[in-house]
Each structure stands twice: as structure tokens, then as C-alpha cells.
């Protein structure tokens, strides 16, 4: 079972499928069935119905498995684009569709800490934005922390997404896409560089 969790852990980018939490590395790794075993009990060991996510969209899921129209309501993060039903103001997750509003609202999507979480993650891209209008010498390294904060290896993706596609269009929806950004520990590097400017930042903001 470890082989299969670390592989889940390699397509899923460390993230929990739903929310887009990095599984950090000392909470449980839960394999979630899209398909709930009690109910689809062939599709049990369907290697695509496994997806990795946290203990808490796990338990929010659980078995339920509503329908929308005879189709299954969840987006199946794996199969299709969750953009096309879900949004986000901020750190607010919005829903755009009927299946959108079901997904959010069962396995609680818009949960406090969770929302918490991404404004704070949200807080280090504003951040990274006003540097790079503070010191255009910064201009490249900021640049391509951004690039990769778009890239499904980040953390909450999909609302970085919809915040920079507001704020740097350009960036966000390049003419020809930007070439993928190789892991680095950019989180960290993303911390240190707001620590160092910390003082400054307070004035500015
Ligand atoms: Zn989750």
C-alpha cells in the first residue's frame, strides 16, 4: 500500500485533490475513492478512482455521492477542469454552477480554516506583487515564483489563478505557455524573501 500512496503522492503533487492543501508530510495520507466503495464496490481497486486527499475533504465526502441531472454532482478534479464550476473571489471559493455549488458546499470547500489558509497563501502572492513594483531589479525572480505559484505543483492553484489572471493578465494568460518551472522549494524561497523585506512591506501596505 505504501508504493501506491507514494505514486498518488507524485500525480497529486502532494496536494489534496479538492482542496488543494499541501498534505503536509505529518498528517495522514488518505486515498479517497471517487466512486464511494460502499456503493461502487467494482470500482474499489479501479486505480482511477483513487485520488489523494486530506483527512478532512476525506470525512466531508465520505460516502455521498449525490447526482446532478443522472450525472454524478462532484467534479472529479482528475477528469475534468474545475474552473469551469468553480471561481474564487479572493480567497472566497464561488461556485458557477449547479454541480460547482454542490461540490463546495458537501465536502465544505468553504470551510473557515481553509478559507483562512488561502488568504494567507494569497497574502504572500499580494506580496510578491507590490515587490516587484517596489524593485524592478527583483523583476525575474519574482516573475518566476509567480509562474510557479500558477503551476499545479503550488498550493492552491486554482484561486492564485483566478487572482493574478485579474491583476497581471499578461502573466497570467501568456500568448505561448511558460515553461515549467522546476521545484526548488519555491515556498520557502517565497518566505524568506517577504521576511527580508518584512519592515519595508509594513510601509507600503
Ligand atoms: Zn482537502
Not at 504572500?124 to 517596489?134: A, E, T
Not at 492564485?160 to 515553461?179: D, F, G, M, Q, V
Amino acid at each position: 500500500m505504501q508504493y501506491y500512496v507514494q505514486v498518488l503522492k507524485e500525480m497529486f503533487y502532494e496536494k489534496c485533490a479538492y482542496c488543494e492543501s499541501k498534505i503536509k508530510h505529518i498528517s495522514p495520507i488518505h486515498i479517497e475513492h471517487f466512486y464511494p466503495k460502499s456503493e461502487f464496490y467494482n470500482q474499489m481497486f479501479e486505480w482511477g478512482n483513487w485520488l489523494l486527499a486530506c483527512p478532512l475533504c476525506n470525512s466531508n465526502k465520505g460516502s455521498k455521492f449525490p447526482y446532478c441531472d443522472d450525472n454524478p454532482c462532484f467534479i472529479d478534479p482528475t477528469l475534468e477542469n474545475p474552473n469551469e464550476h468553480i471561481d474564487f473571489l479572493d480567497s472566497q471559493i464561488l461556485s458557477k454552477s449547479v454541480r460547482g455549488e454542490k461540490t463546495i458546499k458537501e465536502i465544505r470547500l468553504d470551510r473557515i480554516p481553509l478559507t483562512e489558509e488561502r488568504a494567507r497563501w494569497l497574502n504572500n502572492i499580494r506580496i510578491l506583487l507590490l515587490l516587484v513594483l517596489r524593485d524592478p531589479t527583483m523583476h525575474s525572480q519574482v516573475r518566476n515564483l509567480l509562474i510557479w505559484a500558477m503551476q499545479p505543483d503550488a498550493p492552491y492553484t486554482g484561486m492564485t489563478r483566478a487572482y493574478l489572471r485579474e491583476k497581471t493578465p499578461k502573466l497570467a494568460n501568456p500568448e505561448s505557455p511558460h515553461p515549467m518551472i522546476q521545484y526548488q522549494n519555491q515556498i520557502k524561497q517565497i518566505q524568506k524573501l517577504i521576511e527580508k523585506y518584512e519592515d519595508e512591506l509594513k510601509n507600503l501596505t
